[in-house]
């Protein structure tokens, strides 16, 4: 079944606790990004890759790191959270075929950082 | 920046309505996406427009690329308990590969 996974789905943690959320895809997409949703705010994008070892900057990169090393991964680490990081994160992929633009998303992980 | 307006916030109907909602911008986009999301998921997409006047659906669903360029519009016929959720406009941003969703309009269909 074609689909992009998450782990965790739920998450508490504390400030300045490094994490790591992980994203994976097996439809060989090229294209891959992690959003935020925040209510009254909508999706937002953080980061997002064009393949393997190529990323950039989304819309609310501030706070966030990302490393494509495989196709098909594309983790989202938080050094050092903070409270104003408590939201739902979604990662999508998408395939060159569409131009990027239909993307799969996963279930979500919603984070807490006490 | 590029911003997605959608209207309305909120939508509370009884089964069988019709439903419509749109989507404007200021500037201009090439594709337009319509999204669903249902309660503890993630989006799902329901149709993508990639041409202007494009009309297209999907089931009950129908989803117009204004001529503009600047607007989209999504209907649906008929509405059932299961087509609440929270439906999103998307575009791509600046006709780069960064997607803009708008904020959303979420749907109640009391039965």
């Known amino acids: ?114 | 920046g590029q911003q997605l307006n959608q209207s309305p916030q909120s939508m509370f109907i009884q089964e069988g309505e019709d439903v419509s909602m749109n989507c404007t911008s200021s500037s201009i986009f090439n594709t337009w996406l319509w999204y669903k999301q249902e309660p503890g998921e993630g989006p799902v997409l329901l149709i993508a427009l990639y041409k202007a006047g494009e009309l297209t659906s999907n089931g009950r669903l129908t989803a117009q690329f204004g001529i503009t360029r600047k607007d989209s519009f999504l209907n649906i016929s008929a509405s059932i308990p299961s087509d609440v959720g929270i439906y999103f406009c998307a575009g791509p941003k600046g006709g780069s590969e960064k997607l803009v969703f708008g904020k959303g309009t979420k749907l109640t269909v009391n039965p």
Not at chain 1, 46 to 54: D, G, K, L, Q, T
Not at chain 1, 71 to 90: V, W
Request: proline letters at 6%; charged letters at 20%; aromatic letters at 12%.
């Open chain 1, 1 to 114: 079944e074609a689909q992009v996974t998450q782990n965790p789905r739920y998450l508490i943690t504390v400030t300045g606790k490094k994490l790591t959320v992980t994203c994976s895809q097996n439809m060989n997409h090229e294209y891959m990004s992690w959003y935020r949703q925040d209510p009254g705010l909508g999706l937002r994008q953080i980061y997002y890759s064009m393949n393997v070892e190529v990323t950039d900057k989304g819309d609310v990169p501030e706070g966030y790191k990302v490393s494509r090393k495989e196709k098909r991964n594309f983790p989202l680490i938080l050094e050092s959270p903070s409270p104003n990081q408590t939201s739902l994160y979604f990662c999508a992929s998408s395939s060159w075929e569409s131009s990027y633009n239909e993307q799969f998303f996963g279930p979500g992980t919603r984070l807490t950082v006490l």
